[in-house]
């Protein structure tokens, strides 16, 4: 069956049953590979999207259960305010260490910055709690959360 996905601002057409998990719409069909396959069960965090801003587990999301939501990927999230300033900091950091985990992890950071611009310790603990890293890079993790929390994005200049 046909199904209208809206992913980074584009509409998507994909044709699978229903129940198909919206990762495998994205990875399989469409061939967005920046979000990725990790436990397949919603525990570690690697395949996390924006689903209409909330952070979501594309392993565990059927593509039937998004409806009319606009869908943002690690492809599109520098597109946001709370995206870029992340993905900046994770780069002045150099957070990465494998990077496999990294696309989840920003994405989560990226929805707690846009929901919370300032966090503590704390509410980071919390919104990165279900995203796993085997590399141990967790207080890099933080240290670029707080990071992003501060930076201003450039304003784009005219042509004159």
């Not at 690697?46 to 009319?68: E, K, L, N, Y």
């Not at 990294?102 to 310790?121: E, R, T, V």
């Not at 980071?124 to 240290?143: F, H, K, P």
Request: glycine content about 12%.
């Amino acid at each position: 069956m046909p199904y209208r996905l809206t992913i980074n601002g584009e509409t998507r057409e994909v044709d699978a049953d229903g129940d198909t998990p919206l990762l495998w719409a994205l990875r399989d069909i469409l061939g967005m590979t920046g979000t990725k396959f990790g436990c397949g069960a919603g525990l570690c965090g690697c395949c996390t999207v924006h689903v209409d801003g909330v952070a979501t587990r594309a392993c565990q999301t059927p593509i039937d259960s998004v409806g009319t939501a606009g869908i943002v990927t690690v492809e599109g999230v520098d597109r946001t305010d709370a995206g870029w300033r992340v993905q900046q900091a994770w780069i002045d950091l150099e957070v990465v260490q494998c990077g496999y985990c990294q696309p989840g992890q920003i994405m989560s950071a990226a929805a707690l910055l846009a929901g919370n611009p300032n966090p503590s310790d704390a509410e980071i603990d919390e919104a990165m709690s279900g995203n796993l890293c085997r590399c141990g890079t967790y207080s890099r993790i933080r240290d670029a959360i707080r990071r992003a929390a501060h930076l201003a994005k450039p304003a784009m200049e005219t042509a004159q």
